[in-house]
């Protein structure tokens, strides 16, 4: 049976896109530039599920500085700038345990559904929240 299915298998197309999509070599995106044409499909991510922890979101108008979430962080995720009285989230060291949105006494905190963070750099614009 397994044989049989891996035979098939042989003459389907892949189910998964090339990951991270964002560095890629070039030939990316040309396949993308070809998406657009409408040449080839690309696979679309599963939809995130209600509940989905991605990515800490961060609303700095809202935030009073109280340092609430860099007090209960387990990881160490969260720097209080005392210059600003905002913070900055490392995503790169981040649990997503969601703990920071829940103590946030004004919601200035939320976890978002974003998920795209794979990077070669921990201290990349796109791992860092503030
Ligand atoms: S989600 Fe958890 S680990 Fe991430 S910043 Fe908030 S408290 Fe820290
Ligand atoms: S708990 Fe909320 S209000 Fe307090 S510092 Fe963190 S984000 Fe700002």
Do not use: H
Request: contains cysteine.
């Amino acid at each position: 049976m397994i044989v049989l299915r891996l035979i098939k298998q042989l003459f389907k197309n892949p189910f998964t896109n090339k990951f991270p999509a964002k560095y890629t070599p070039t030939s990316m995106t040309e396949f993308l530039k070809d998406v657009e044409k409408g040449k080839v499909k690309m696979i679309p991510p599963i939809e995130t599920p209600p509940q989905f922890r991605g990515a800490v979101a961060y609303d700095k108008e809202k935030c009073i500085g109280c340092q609430l979430c860099m007090r209960i962080c387990p990881s160490r995720s969260i720097e209080f700038i005392p210059e600003t009285k905002k913070i900055k989230i490392y995503l790169s060291r981040c649990t997503f345990c969601s703990q920071c949105v829940e103590i946030c006494p004004v919601d200035a905190l939320s976890m978002s559904d974003k998920w795209l963070l794979a990077d070669t750099n921990k201290y990349s614009k796109n791992l860092i929240v503030e």
